[in-house]
């Protein structure tokens, strides 16, 4: 026991001759200052309103009959068969990906505006939603809401390189401004 206390002081007094001759370090700090106060505060209001304004379309009735098939997929318009085609054929790249792992219904209608206002701001129409498997309760409710909501073409379940039957990929129609 000796030995091993003998090097431990031994390594210290090392140690401390090594750090003699530095010193201790300074803290800067930086503060940043706010560019556009006046104007956050309304824009912060307007993507609430933005977000109601989408999330009024999920309803949380219950259709058990509609998405009762697997793969899941969606068109909103026969018209747009070959965009759902190209969906399934794996064809688009998403350049947003939502993960909804962990959230409530509630939760997921409210992420779920939120990314609608995001895709309209910065143009984006195709976008991952990943939910999980879980107990199937998003699996079945997304589908469901994803349908009610006027901007969406379609949407199909993810390839498997996505998340396979745990996501969901979707493409949404871009409203010029």
Request: with cysteine; net charge positive.
């Amino acid at each position: 026991m000796n030995k091993n206390r003998q090097c431990t002081n031994n390594s210290d007094i090392l140690f401390r001759k090594w750090l003699d001759n530095t010193r201790e370090i300074v803290q800067d700090t930086i503060f940043h200052s706010r560019i556009h106060k006046v104007n956050s505060n309304t824009s912060l209001k307007r993507t609430f309103l933005e977000q109601d304004s989408h999330s009024h379309y999920f309803s949380n009735k219950k259709n058990k009959n509609l998405f009762r098939y697997d793969p899941v997929s969606y068109v909103c318009n026969k018209t747009f068969i070959h965009v759902l085609n190209r969906l399934k054929q794996g064809k688009y790249n998403p350049e947003i990906f939502l993960d909804l792992h962990g959230l409530t219904q509630y939760q997921s209608q409210k992420e779920l505006a939120k990314l609608m206002v995001a895709c309209q701001k910065e143009r984006v129409f195709c976008v991952h939603i990943m939910h999980g498997y879980g107990e199937h309760i998003l699996k079945k409710q997304i589908p469901f809401w994803l349908s009610q909501h006027p901007d969406v073409i379609a949407f199909h379940q993810a390839p498997k390189i996505l998340g396979s039957g745990a996501a969901i990929v979707v493409i949404i129609k871009i409203r010029s401004c």
